[in-house]
Each structure stands twice: as C-alpha cells, then as structure tokens.
C-alpha cells in the first residue's frame, strides 16, 4: 500500500466511523451508518444470572433442556423490545445457568417476572363453535391494521429504492431477529417455494438486474416483505429420480430380519433383470419404501444435494435412462437408483425485510382453538430424526403412558385437521393430522430445515420438561451512570491517545510524528471495524481498544529503534527504513502472535465482559500490526524521498557524524 492509498483508507474509516463530520456539511449528501452498539455498562439495563434445576431431568437430557429454556427467554426478552439482547449458557461444576443482558431495559422488575416463568406447552384442537367469520369490529381493526402496515411497508420499499442501504434497513425494521445477523438472506429460491411465486414473476416478466430491488411489496405468510435481488444460478439440472429400496435389520425405518448380505444380494438381483421399462413393475414388486410404493418407486424432481450424499453422488453420476450398476447403501438399506430424466432450474439468492402483517389470528387469537388437557406435563421429550425416504429433518414426540391416552383420543378426533401446539400462548406449530396414533409416539413433518427442527425441538422440550429456573445474581445500571461511564471512558481514551502522541514526537521526532497520523488512522480503522463487524462496546471493550494502542505504539518503537542503530551504522535513509522494518518485523510478529493467543482464549472461554475486552484487543491487535508495518511504511517512504529529510539525520534522533 503506497501512502495515497493510506490516507483514503484513514479518510474512509474517519467517516464511517464519525457520520456526523460529514453529514455537517450541507452540499455534501447524507450517509446513513448504523450507531455503535453498546452494552449495558455504558447504555444502562440489567445484568441476571438464572440457575436453572435440573435435579428432575435425566443427565442425557440436560444439555438440550437448558437450550431449550434459553431458546424459550430469548423469545420473552425480545418481546422487550431490547437492542441486540444477549442470553448465553454455561454449564460448570454441576451449575446450570443462564446469563442475560438486557441494555436499556428500564422496568427490570417486570423483565424479571416474565423471564422466571416456567414456560408453558400447550396442545389445542379446532374450536367447533368458531366460524372462521370475524366480526364486523375486527374486520375494521384488521382492515385498518392492515392498510397501516401495508402503506409502511411501501415506505420501507420506496427507501430501498432510493438507494438507503438495505443491511440498514433489514436491521433495523425485519421482525425476524434471527435474520438481522444474516442481512435477510434467502437462497435457492425457485418457482417451488409458492410464497415468493410473485416476485420471480416480477424478475422474469421485468427483466430485473442482480442488484436490483424488486418493485413491489409483496404478502406472504410471514407478513409484508421487501426483496431485493442478490443473484441468480441457471447451472444446477434437478434430476427426475425413481428407486428400489431394500432394507436389513437395524436400519432406520426397517421391520425386515435380514442381514446386510441378503438385503445387498436381493438389490444386485433386482439390478441384474432392472431395464427401463419394467423399473416400475420391479418396484411395485420389491420396494420397502413406504414413501414411494405407491406411486411405482417415483421419487419425482430431486435436486442436487437433497438426498443422503452416497444416494445424492450416484444418481448425478448416471446418464438419463439408465440404472445404477451396483446397490447404493444408505441408513435406510440399499437403493437400486433409476434416472429417468433432468431438467434446468434457476434458483435465485434474495434479501428481504419481513415487516409486520396483522392476521385474523393476531385479531382473534384464541377463537379459533380449544384447550384439550394435553400439556408440556405429559411430553416426556421431543428429539430430531429423518425421515427414511427423503432424509428430511423431521420431529419425533414421545409422551408418557397419560399423555398417550390424550393424544391418541385427540387426533382420533382430529384427523385432517390441524393441532396447535402453543408455547407461552404463542403457536410453534400447527401440524395436520394424518391419522390415529397411539402408542404415546408421533412424528411433526413439514419442510423443515435441520436448523428449524432443531428450534422447534429445543422449544417442545423447554414447555415439556420441568425445568423451574432462579434468579441467582442480579445488576442494574442507571442510564445515567452508563452515561457517565461512557463520557469518562472517552476522555480517559484521548487522554491516553495525547499523551502517547506526545511522547513519540518528543522522543522519536519526525518518526515519531509519522507513527501518531499512522495512529490516528490506526483508531478510525478500529471504529469502523467495530460498526462493521456489529462488535458491542462496553467499558471491557474500551480498555481492549486502548491497551491495543499501546500494542500499536509498541511495534513502531520497535521499528525506530532497528531504524536508528542503521543510520548510526552508516546506511543511508532509505536502506535503514527498510532495514528497519525488515529486521523489526519478527520481534513484533512473535510478540503479537503470544498476545493473540492469550486474547483467543479469553474470547472462547470467559464470560461475556471479558469476552468484550478480548474481541477489541485481538481486532486491534491485527490492526496495529497492519498499521505499523503498512501504513508507517508507506509514510516513511515518503519522507525518504525528501532531501531535507536526508540531510538531517537529527530528525530521526541520531546524531550529525562529525
């Protein structure tokens, strides 16, 4: 980096880093820039700490209990409407508890009460008396919310539109706080995933750029969303599959007695007499595969990557029409693969901005179910498995021998029909009923994602295990002392910053002058990193970002002392800079790198204040070194370029030779 491409570099990370300098100036235009995040020290809240007892919970469990409950609190506290709310885990020495930090929060008294409830699982039936027709009151209330919340949304568009930055924007209005980490991403869109059948529409029909945001607001089942066009991938061919599956004792799904062997000798007899026109005859005749039997092994349009991978890398190695030469095996058994066809598919990778949509549901909430005395209290646990034909993640329910009896009265009841499953009177899921179950065991399915039904388990087993949780440890921070902290926390940083700046001038002189601008640059590369990266400033943080000056200074100390024994040596200016960077470099290396380490462990195995001061110091830490190395150097090119510079070696702290 030449010392041009420095100071852009500075001027860049100044602005982003202190909007407001520039948005002063009123011929310049505006620039939005997200504040900087702060943590409860400096904006004020609540710091608790909750024990959870886990003395009726097997010890197999307890892990996935806890998460379960902290999945359950961080929905409660985002119903606080808090900034970025921290909830956290730590299991030590028998202890299991829950940690949360809530900034900004001023009524801690009700966060508390809200938070210590045990969380409530609910299992509700149709409601028989409610006809689905609102009343004309919340037919205006859900017209009026509606037409709000829609005319909001095109504000939302029309300032995406404008070119506002759409990270911006996901921030701060999605209603999905999961999604703020991810920017709203979606990818693998395609003409399958109903919901967004409009807006590919929109893209094909309007010839819309990648980049683009799409023209309209558009009404899914999440709420109102605003769509912006990343990319789009026309490479990828879904392939139209149909299989054979015969299983052996031990797989999963599989009722059969046979070894391995049999079930392998049975597929590579099917294999030998398999052509493509009796495939189905064959199938109908062999398969074990409940999922396809009826429809002759058909297994439909697969695309890449959605079977088990050995299943997944033989077909996309076959060529149309033809059939596998050797039995693929599987947890399920071994398939005999035939694959009758491919065609292209575009896919497309999106952001959006889910807003708010007001349903008939949000208008009557509890109208439409009816408890049915089935509750968390007779779910014994809830676990993630696959299913055996398609590998898709599903949930499995396991309920106690009362809870059994409940279950199979309810969906002897049901069927067709959905059951809601409410957790602290909020619906999780709502699946359709296919048939009886008895036998206290039931299987949730949809077209989940393993993250997603990992989430809905953690949730069915925080309602269904009696996890009771105390509050072991409570702080609380006025807004006024967080203020006062943060105030003083800056002036302690400037005063730290002047100091050093006056020391190296004095000392080192026009090196020493050159390593203040390269620290100046130093700290607003540090700031923009720190908005950038998302990173929460607290009081730890702050003591990160000033001791890493200190490590910044350090490496150039470093580099001016090499430099002047070459210029008391007898090199000339320019050969004892480099010199001195050269030779310097490894004790900064060394000494950076034992520092780095020590931050890494403290970010991985220490709570969330020191992790703060070790998330600063190890940014700023590579940083300086960055900065000492790069940016002072292309600064000290410079100066070497200068006659004058040459001519006065005082300049650099060492003597005229006589």
Known sequence: MNAAGAFLLFVFSAVVAF????????FLPDIAIPEYRLGLDLQGGAHLVYEADMSQ????????????????????????????PLVATTIADGHYRIIIELAGVLDVKEAITQIGETPILEFKEPNPDYTGALTEEEKTKLAEANAAEEAFAKSVLDRAKAGEDFHTLVGAYTTVEAEKATNGAINGVTDAVGIYVDAIKDITSQTIGDGSILPNVYQTPNGYEVLKLLGRDASQNEMELSHILICYQGQQGCVSERSPLEAQQIAKDIIAQATPENFATLADQFTEDPGSKETHGDLGFIKPGATVPDFDAVAQALAVGEISKEPVESDFGFHVIYKRDVRAFTSYQMERIILKRTTEADVAPLAQWKNTGLSG????????????NSNVP???????SEGATLFETLTANNVGKQIAIFLDGEVISAPTVQQTISGGQAVITGNFTLDEAKLLSQRLNAGALPVPVTLVSQQTVGPTLGAESLAKSIQAGLVGLALVALFMILYYRLPGLIAVLALMGYAAINLLLYKLLGVTMSLSG????????????DANVLIFERMKEELKSGRDLPSAIDQGFSRAWFSIRDGNFTVLISSAILFWFSTSFIKGFALTLLIGIFVSMFSAITVTRAYMNVVAGWGWARRHPWLFGVKRSS
Do not use: C, Y
């Open 19 to 26: 909007p407001q300098l520039w948005n002063h100036w009123s």
């Open 57 to 84: 919970i097997a010890d197999a469990d307890r892990t996935s209990a806890l998460e379960g409950v902290r999945d359950v609190i961080e929905r409660r506290v985002n119903a606080f409407g808090v900034s970025e």
């Open 377 to 388: 209290k007779e779910l014994k646990s809830a676990q993630v498995q696959f299913d055996q």
């Open 394 to 400: 599903l949930v499995a329910l396991n309920f106690d």
């Open 542 to 553: 702050i003591a990160g970002f000033i001791l890493s000056i200190g490590m910044a200074v």
